[in-house]
């Protein structure tokens, strides 16, 4: 039988209960989960190690909002999945994020309604930057 690979995600979002919940709720699924506070700790932690999808809030506490890790991560880890997560029904998803290859698909507002529908699209998201030809 064919091992599935484990795919590994980093959860940066500054509501401890939020980040805490998230986390549990995606290991329960079987991902590899790592979470961060804020933006220079996920950037601490994406010069160190590997992931293939990041969830990040937009509102952030520090130096970093949302959008700039998002531009720095994807530096950082070309090909990286990204999802954003947004507490702002008003969030417009910006032009220089939709240049980096995200969609307004990639975007989910808080709370999430549909919990079960993540895990698929993590994946999704993990499979398409193993493919992708760089």
């Not at 401890?16 to 079987?30: K, T, V």
């Not at 969830?55 to 959008?67: A, F, S, T, V, Y």
């Not at 700039?68 to 998803?93: E, F, M, N, R």
């Amino acid at each position: 039988m064919k091992e599935q690979h484990v795919v590994r995600v980093l959860i940066v979002e500054d509501d401890a209960s939020i980040r805490l919940s998230l986390a549990g709720f995606l290991e329960d699924q079987n991902f590899e989960v790592y979470a961060a506070g804020d933006g220079q700790e996920a950037l601490r932690f994406l010069r160190r190690e590997s992931v293939e999808v990041a969830i990040i809030d937009m509102r952030l506490p520090g130096e970093l909002d949302g959008n700039a890790l998002v531009l720095h991560a994807c530096k950082i880890q070309p090909g990286i999945g990204v999802l954003i997560h947004t507490g702002s029904v008003d969030y417009h998803l910006p032009k220089i994020l939709k240049e980096q290859g995200i969609t307004a698909q990639q975007v989910m507002h808080k709370p999430i309604k549909e919990l079960q529908a993540l895990p698929l699209l993590i994946r999704q998201l993990a499979h398409s930057t193993d493919t992708e030809v760089k």
